[in-house]
């Protein structure tokens, strides 16, 4: 059975920081491309960055320079560490693993961890 449970989020100050997890289970960990996907209220799910098999990494012009994402392939862990943070960084966030080549819908999704910036 495929899981992916993230953990880390909470209230935080802007300009603080915060280091999501996402322990995952149920498939080969290093044969997937691990991604940070938020949702912020009455808003679509946005893409906030992405590690692949090769340990490359993408980021969203909007985080760039402030997010970190990695990967620990012995743990079945990808992270987030997110500095500097900001309110409109206020959302839920999910992680998401797929197999190059496959379909959007053959995605596993986490359930989320909710990250809130706010004096």
């Known amino acids: 059975q495929v899981q992916l449970v993230e953990s880390g989020g909470g209230l935080v100050q802007p300009g603080g920081s915060l280091r999501l997890s996402c322990v995952s289970s149920?498939?080969?960990?290093?044969?997937?491309?691990m991604s940070w996907y938020r949702q912020a209220p009455g808003k679509e799910r946005e893409y906030v960055a992405r590690?692949?098999?090769?340990?490359?990494?993408y980021y969203a012009d909007s985080v760039k320079g402030r997010f970190t994402i990695s990967r620990d392939n012995g743990k079945n862990t990808v992270y987030l560490q997110m500095n500097s943070l900001k309110p409109e960084d206020t959302a839920v966030y999910y992680c998401?693993?797929?197999?190059?080549?496959?379909?959007?819908?053959?995605?596993?999704w986490g359930q989320g961890t909710q990250v809130t910036v706010s004096s």
């Open positions: 149920g498939f080969t960990f290093s044969r997937y491309t």
């Open positions: 590690i692949a098999t090769d340990i490359s990494t």
């Open positions: 998401k693993a797929i197999r190059p080549g496959s379909a959007p819908w053959e995605a596993y």
